[in-house]
């Protein structure tokens, strides 16, 4: 979509958090995180938000892998919103959305927005909405299958207009590789999250740039650390500056800030290329892209 690309921030700051969880610990005897694993990614998300929260300027956004959050910790997970003043998005622990006769569960992840976001007030109260995940992995729905749950999907897609800070899509994990939805995101954003607990951290790594290419946007994986494997990418032309951020190495907790572009970006969406000295500083747009209206 166009935006007014004269009010648009330059850069925009978001904090990416790698908790350490351990699936087979945390899930391995029914859909719930167990008790040790919740204190354990508690901990970790505590630590790393106070970090943040000496940072200055602190971030914008503040993104957290898949299944991160116990459901009892939302709470606090709210005040952390309001005291970063930062959009918080995060995986949530599998819903049990079980009745009288069926066993059955949703995975979701969550977005808080503080009533105070980028240096202004934006509404009255803090708002939550939640974004359920479409597809099982394999993986995921033999574990659930051991355990006699069930999945129910959620088919829809969301964008998020963060005014200044340009638009942005949330896909959970699996759906990453669900073509028809990511391409529903060429020409309608700026930012792409990608929230996951995969172990196949390289395939993940390869679809993070081709879909930066495809749908040109800038693309956020923020991987569960047991694996390791978060990854930003953002369509520069030049590869040195391609790769904004990369972590390898498995069962670290880490967090990190980073600044990805914003009104270079949709400016290149809009006019085919800005000149950065002699060069274009975004690759080429792809075939047939087009700024949805």
């Known amino acids: 979509m166009k935006l007014p690309v004269s009010t648009l921030t330059e850069r925009l700051r978001v904090g990416l958090i790698q908790t350490s969880l ?27 938000v106070a970090g943040f929260r000496e940072e200055k300027p602190g971030p914008d956004i503040v993104v957290m892998p898949e299944l991160a959050v116990p459901h009892g910790f939302l709470p606090r997970l709210r005040v952390m919103a309001r005291t970063l003043s930062a959009v918080i998005i995060a995986g949530l622990d599998y819903r ?7 066993r059955i569960v949703s995975n979701e992840a969550v977005v808080i927005v503080p009533n105070r976001w980028r240096k202004r007030q934006i509404s009255s109260h803090t708002s939550v909405r ?7 992995s394999h993986g995921e729905q033999q574990r659930l299958d051991q ?6 999907g959620d088919n829809a897609i969301w964008v998020f207009d963060g005014d200044d800070a340009g638009r942005f899509g949330i896909v959970i994990c699996y759906d ?13 954003i700026q930012h792409l999250f990608v929230l996951a607990y995969n172990k196949d951290i390289r395939s993940f790594q390869h679809a993070a740039e081709a879909m930066a290419r495809m749908v040109f946007c800038n693309v956020l994986v923020c991987n569960a650390g047991y694996y390791g494997g978060s990854l930003v990418v953002s369509p520069y032309r030049r590869p040195e500056r391609r790769t904004i951020y990369q972590h390898s190495g498995s069962r670290l907790a880490t967090a990190q800030m980073i600044t990805i572009p914003v009104k270079a970006l949709h400016q290149h969406q809009l006019n085919r290329g800005i000149t950065a000295g002699s ?3 975004f690759k080429s747009l792809p075939a047939g892209y087009e700024i949805q209206q």
Do not use: N
Not at 23 to 47: C, F, L, N, Q
Not at 96 to 102: H, I, L, N, P, V
Not at 147 to 152: C, P, T, V
Not at 176 to 188: P, T
């Open 279 to 281: 060069e274009l500083e």
């Open 130 to 136: 939640y974004i359920g995940k479409t597809y099982c």
């Open 176 to 188: 990453f590789l669900d073509l028809e939805r990511v391409a529903s995101y060429r020409g309608q």
């Open 96 to 102: 049990d959305r079980s009745t009288a006769t069926e």
């Open 147 to 152: 355990q006699k749950y069930g999945f129910s």
């Open 22 to 48: 351990d699936y087979e610990i945390a899930w391995a005897t029914s859909p719930k995180m167990s008790k040790v694993e919740e204190d354990h990614a508690v901990s970790e998300i505590g630590r790393f």
